[in-house]
């Protein structure tokens, strides 16, 4: 379906239902965001997904992604295709087909000039792949009952995010939400020095009238209060090779996305401190903050960019790590990026964000959840990396591919001790 109004397929509740993007769409699997779990805004339309359909990339680089019965059944954007009408054994290996450098190479190869690849149905539709082998049939179950395995995780936490919604719209009774998420209906009032202080721009003195006003009226406490920012403990490890943790290394529950970039931290602006189990990571692009939560120890030495922060909370760190993506942190963040262009939050400006304190029993409540998704993201996202080396093998021989000339693309994920995550 397309935003354009002009266009035949558009519909205007485009612009506030859940879609799938491009960005979704990562091989094998789709790369779900909070709100495709809420219930679908546009449904039974023809670019509605439904389970067993196999979502195709047709801008850029392609890649092909599988729908279970857990995920929501959402619309798909004019850059996607939807193959439908398979079993469960044809979808499994159709879509580990359409993942493969061989098949990569028929659908990435460009019938125009132009610099951008873009996939055409008709090519689609033409494409000549191989017969089901028997032994796809017999793992094609394991395999989708795994992967759903893995979107029920991920609804889980969405679940959990619903409620940190809702709880923390009760704590703010009487606050005028719309008036101070968009700053510029703000800046007509008069704000009293003690707001001031060194502020040079009208959104930080909004950001600390609204900070003392949090504080005073909602018994909001600085994030100082229940934290640790950027922590310094131990010696940097100089000379060892490490890894570099990126903002797009963040994922959209509350993890990390493998592999990290092969270079050492010498040739980076990076924190000082490495990451340590229990970290809570918060990026500072403000139009988009990202965060995640280390509930296992790293199995390497990796050290966030200059853009990212950790944060120490004193307890309950996956609790806190559900406040700090939520609207109201994001509101304020966006009031302390003042700068042109991409707007970053300087990290010592962190301190001026204030957070309710759920009390001690919700507060555990959200922790153990957001545990129990990584252990099960992790576990399930394990699993699946196997059945895709098992699949391996079978593709080779079914193409005449000799064994040791390609592998499969693994599914990125949190890695748990012992284990590397590639």
Known sequence: MSRNPAALNFDPMVETAPVYRLRNIQPHMIETEPDHFSSPMIAGQPFCVEPLDIIIRKVGRSCAAMVTASHGRHPVDANLGIIRGLSQAQAVWVCFCLNQPLYQDYLN??????????????????????????????????????????????????????QVKE?????????????????????????????????LHVQQIEQEYLRIQLIEQYGFKSITELAVLNPINGERVMGQESKVLQIAN??????????????????????????????????TFAENARVAY?????????????????????????????????????????????????????????????????????????????????????DATKELNVILQQLLPVFNAAHGISQGTSKPHTINRLPGKGDSGI
Request: proline content about 7%; some cysteine.
């Open 109 to 162: 190869e460009s019938d125009s000039i132009g610099a951008l690849i873009r996939l055409g149905l008709k090519k689609i539709k033409g494409m000549p792949i191989c017969p089901v082998p028997d032994f796809v049939q017999d793992l094609a179950p394991l395999y989708m009952g795994v992967y759903t395995r893995l979107v029920d995780a991920q609804q889980m936490l969405a679940s959990v995010r619903q």
């Open 167 to 199: 709880w923390s719209a009760t704590q703010l009774a009487g606050f005028d939400r719309l008036y101070w998420t968009y700053s510029k209906k703000c800046r007509g009032q008069f704000f009293n020095p003690r707001y001031i202080g060194d502020a």
């Open 250 to 283: 963040i994922s959209e529950h509350l993890s990390l996305k493998f592999p990290l970039l092969e270079r050492t931290h010498e040739t980076w602006r990076t924190q000082y401190r490495a990451l340590c189990q229990y970290d809570v990571l918060v990026s």
């Open 294 to 378: 280390m509930d296992t120890p790293p199995v390497e030495l990796i050290y966030p960019s200059g853009q990212i922060a950790a944060l120490r909370f004193h307890q309950y760190p996956g609790a806190f790590a559900l406040l700090m993506e939520s609207r109201l942190v994001r509101m304020q963040l966006k009031r302390l990026a003042v700068n042109g262009g991409l707007r970053f939050i300087p990290l010592g400006q962190l301190d001026k964000i204030v957070l309710p304190e759920p009390d001690p029993a919700t507060a555990k409540f959200w922790h153990e959840k957001v545990v129990e998704h990584h252990e099960k993201s992790r």
